[in-house]
């Protein structure tokens, strides 16, 4: 194993912002198609922090290379997204391998969802890195909960990142690791606020609040519809309940991959579930021909 220096590191590897951007781009477009609310970041190593992992972690050319050289983190707002983010990005990229933590019972600590990706050939060509240095053409996705991801970034800074200083506190490495365990705890109970949310509108007749909590997506709004959403769920004695009873991925996949061409408000997604559930037939009749046409065209 051998030491690098910076200006070696500088004058062998050269990894374009351009490239990260790119990636950004085209997994955001993928976020957005699905509706979820998340926030993405990435980054391009510099030289100096390319010289430092490669001396700490002992690479070798022969054996084990860098693989972050870009890194990118999606943030999810809700916990069960996580793997159908995960699902996406298989379906994108090329997987080189994961780190997924099933933790048992009797652990609590954080649970890693760390992802490997080939860069995609299209970008490859922008990248010079020489032979002899042990960096592979990858890229690394982390994805994390809202939560998790303050606890993180404390985490990494100020006990990761000085192991030393916590060496012989267990105690409190331990407490620290707690207050992941509470924040774990918050990720699931916020999925059962918003259920028992949407299910106060719907005894209130709140039809609005109760598609917004139920479904928990970004969809588009538009203040002219409003009132047409009211008048059609108080006609119907059905779809109020189908709505609440509807599965939240599977909307999310029809509206990904069989309804992607219209623009995705809550009205249309009323149209939709109808068509799926065929509750009432008068609001089939008035459904737009564009969401019908897609509609006949899967049976």
């Not at 970008?123 to 002899?132: E, G, K, T």
């Amino acid at each position: 194993m051998r030491d690098y220096m910076l200006e070696e590191i500088e004058n062998k590897v050269d990894v374009p912002e351009l490239i990260c951007t790119e990636l950004k781009r085209d997994i955001k477009k993928e976020l957005d198609q699905s509706c979820l609310y998340y926030r993405l970041f990435g980054r391009v190593k510099t030289s100096e922090s390319i010289c430092k992992k490669l001396n700490r972690k002992q690479y070798s050319v022969d054996s084990k290379k860098m693989q972050d050289i870009i890194g990118l983190r999606i943030v999810v707002y809700f916990n069960d997204d996580i793997d159908l983010c995960r699902s996406l990005l298989k379906d994108m990229y090329q997987l080189d391998n994961e780190e997924y933590d099933h933790l048992s019972t009797e652990e609590f600590k954080p649970v890693r969802i760390n992802m490997v990706f080939t860069i995609p050939e299209q970008l490859v060509s922008y990248i010079r890195i020489n032979d002899d240095i042990p960096i592979d053409k990858t890229f690394e996705v982390q994805i994390r909960t809202i939560f998790s991801e303050g606890w993180h970034e404390v985490e990494h800074d100020l006990r990761y990142k000085r192991k030393a200083d916590w060496r012989e506190l267990p105690v409190q490495s331990r407490m620290l690791n707690g207050i992941f365990a509470t924040l774990q705890t918050c990720d699931w109970s916020i999925l059962q606020l918003f259920d028992d949310v949407a299910h106060e509108h719907y005894k209130r007749k709140n039809w609005l609040p109760m598609c917004i909590s139920h479904f928990r997506l970004k969809l588009l709004r538009q203040e002219d519809d409003k009132e047409k959403i009211i008048s059609i769920l108080n006609d119907s004695s059905d779809l109020p309940k189908t709505i609440l009873r509807f599965n939240r991925l599977k909307l999310i996949n029809l509206l990904k991959d069989k309804y992607n061409d219209i623009p995705f408000t809550l009205l249309n997604v009323i149209y939709i579930i109808n068509l799926e559930e065929e509750c009432c037939e008068s609001l089939k009749q008035t459904t737009p021909a564009r969401i019908c046409e897609d509609y006949s065209a899967r049976k």
